[in-house]
């Protein structure tokens, strides 16, 4: 880890050198049924130098003044670097409709709370300003790379693209008539609009979001499935969310969703499968099989009752697990370390087996498991050098997370995201000690009470 | 609520009036089976009066100049004020073993983790300064009464009493020797003698701690029904914490631990039976007969793979319901605001019913619950006049809980504790602006370190 090109140095002049008190990598991969952690897993008296974008050195620290004597050096005592947190699955903007309606029904929540208001409320500003609001939330909390599903994507690449944040986005596709678009054939023509316009910035990558099998119908999924393939664009779907969802299916065509999907070719590396909370054996195959990613979303699943998702028995069988948070309309954050405490703790209780998704292996998904869901494990996902400078600072040194045994361990189960002090995504420096440089934060939080007011009259 | 006593402005010379955003008073009882908030359960535009230790009054803002002209206002745009939180259920000196070992089947880390820890290095020392970092953990996240269960409940009362916190002191009774004492006997009477000593205290109240009916005979039992009776303390006891221990039981004794207490007149409203995961329906309706009190920890029982206390049973039941974190050493944390959500989230994955446990059912079982438990309803768990004034701001104008629809959603579905900006316990201002004002936090994070440093090299 601390072999560096000598020339290196030559470079350092404009070298930031990291001295924080833990370096988490993360380049350790899970082996399927591996327990417990071990200490191999952090280092203790390091520096990690960012150069430009990119991660260029880890190295001891009594190395640094030799190699990288020009660096200007920050010391981050009592802290711990790790790669930025990766939400595999959001819709960034709903978190306008933040605590709007809770504790209902999945229907009856869409269709009294949800549905109306989406229809009568969102416009292109709407897009943008939630974006926004959710940009500057999942900073604050350590996120620095998202997977978004919602309408307009122009709105949330604008969003994006002033933030900093790195994103994929998802190109919603639904057969009828939205906000966006009147039916698929415009989704799909609109969002690859979209997509020529941003393909070539290089934090912003681009997938297909048909929503789910019971609003995207086996022709559009079809005409997705050659176009993702082509244009080398991941599609990134809800799937078997609910029993009543997988039930109604196997009414209507007398197969259950995941199995059309295989039949389609549509299980592969490229498909990112959302929430997943009832699988049987078979189709835990079929997804280990074909490389088919997993993106787990705990805290939604538990608030709407959907269901808890293998995730112990998926590891096991050696798929890849990502972490989402879903959209704050129904979780009611985008927190990612609560919801990695939260799969953690999901695991165990379901499995009623406590050695299930250790605090590792949590961390795990919500950082590698994530970059390579979203097909970014080369640039994301771990410190490494050569990889993308996408780094946050945990301050342990707090009374919640004292003593410290183990860093791992307290990140998992102990710290709050406001122990998040520094985040920096491609070398950039967008969390300060806690202050966005590159948002506006009391702006985005007017915009938020506007919305607000206009909103809150539709209450039920 | 807002009618009070002319006479009480000759006393408001030492009032403070607190003008926040939001009042969420907790003083509606929710009915079993009760669905939704409403806009009923919070107030706006109104003040509440601290006068001393208790809340004085609560009254619209508008009529504040002409009760209460001399008080001294504080204004809390954004904030909300509520009944601080409490925590029904804590080992609190176990924060020293925060992190020391995890994801290990419960008798897996008993056995080879805790145990030899305990025994090799709880002392006073331990017990003082481990409950000294629990405390300033649980007032940095607006719990402003905690019961715990540990050994030295002599050094507890004293870490308690400089600390400014209101607190239930569980006396410890277990069998077998322990750091504490040689028997049960033993447990009693030592537990007895700082009964006497502290009883007068205002903010001190105690209980016989009987650790579990696998730990404590039934002679024990009886002896400590009899004397709890005599001297009006609650019982609180580990309860059907995992099937295994149920079951040993049975085959012990041919009876269920629960039946037996039930046998011996110990289920009544008495007792606080902590975790309560494993419950038939009839054990739920002599709960609910005889008033006995369910404190349920969500996240050690996740964590640890326990089980689910039925929570929506148990309220639908009747059942009063607190909630507690467990100790740091399980959970690994000490974060109320955490804990009522994971409650909420919990109750309805394990029942698959999004309508259990609302968001002000959640609340209600963190401050009223908490209070009925503990047999302090009169005095803590709600904003009313003539209670104590045990208040928490929490500050809802961040990023993280915008907008603001609805409070107590915000509060229980967004917000971390870190946004809890003030507490004060019986009228003390004791987190002021997230500064501890009668705890030395650096002297406690040192503490900590140095406890570290000695039980590290005990790591498995």
């Not at 020339?7 to 008190?21: F, Q």
């Not at 789910?212 to 050659?226: D, G």
């Not at 420096?429 to 009391?442: V, Y």
């Not at 702006?443 to 209450?459: F, G, L, P, Q, Y």
């Amino acid at each position: 880890m601390n072999i560096t090109d000598p020339a290196k140095s030559a470079k350092s002049n404009s070298a930031i050198a990291l001295v924080a008190e833990w370096i988490v990598p993360m380049t350790h991969t899970p082996v399927p049924g591996e327990k417990q952690l071990s200490s191999s897993k952090w280092l203790e008296g390091h520096a990690l130098i960012i150069e430009d974008s990119k991660i260029a050195d880890i190295l001891p620290t009594e190395q640094l003044q030799d190699r990288y004597p020009d660096a200007e050096i920050t010391q981050m005592d009592g802290m711990a670097l790790m790669p930025g947190l990766i939400n595999a699955h959001c819709h960034a903007a709903m978190s306008l409709l933040r605590g709007f309606s809770d504790d209902l029904p999945l229907h009856q929540w869409l269709e009294t709370a949800i549905w109306p208001v989406e229809a009568k409320f969102v416009d292109e500003d709407f897009v943008y300003q939630g974006t926004q609001l959710a940009i500057a939330e999942m900073l604050r909390g350590g996120t620095t790379c998202f997977q978004d599903m919602y309408f307009m994507p122009d709105q949330i690449a604008k969003a994006v693209q002033q933030s900093g944040i790195r994103a994929n986005i998802g190109l919603m596709v639904v057969d009828s008539e939205t906000v966006w678009a009147r039916d698929a054939e415009e989704c799909i023509s609109k969002g690859l609009n979209v997509y020529d316009q941003y393909k070539h910035n290089d934090k912003l990558s681009f997938s297909f979001a048909p929503h789910a099998p019971y609003t995207v119908s086996k022709q559009t999924l079809e005409k997705l499935s050659t176009i993702s393939f082509e244009l080398s664009l991941n599609i990134h779907m809800h799937l078997h969310e609910t029993t009543a969802e997988v039930n109604d299916y196997v009414n209507q065509h007398d197969i259950r969703p995941l199995e059309q999907l295989h039949q389609m070719g549509l299980l592969n590396p490229q498909l990112n499968a959302i929430h997943m909370t009832h699988l049987n054996q078979q189709e835990i195959d079929w997804v280990a099989e074909t490389g088919t990613h997993v993106i787990h979303c705990p805290q939604s699943n538990m608030k709407l009752a959907s269901g808890c998702c293998p995730t112990g028995l998926l590891l096991d069988a050696g798929v890849n697990l990502a972490i989402g948070t879903d959209g704050a309309a129904s979780n009611n954050d985008l927190d990612m370390l609560a919801e990695l405490q939260s799969a953690a703790l999901l695991a165990k209780i379901d499995s009623l087996n406590p050695e299930q998704l250790s605090a590792y292996q949590a961390l795990y998904a919500a950082t590698m498991g994530g970059a390579k869901a979203l097909g970014l494990e080369n640039q994301v996902g771990s410190l490494k050098p050569g990889k993308q400078a996408d780094i946050i600072a945990i301050d342990l040194n707090q009374i919640e997370t004292q003593p410290v045994y183990n860093p791992i361990s307290q990140i998992v189960y102990a710290a709050s995201r406001n122990q998040v002090t520094h985040v920096w995504v491609a070398g950039k420096h967008l969390l300060d000690n806690r202050k966005l440089t590159s948002l506006n934060e009391s702006t985005i939080m007017n915009n938020a009470r506007s919305w607000k007011e206009k909103i809150k009259d539709c209450h039920q």
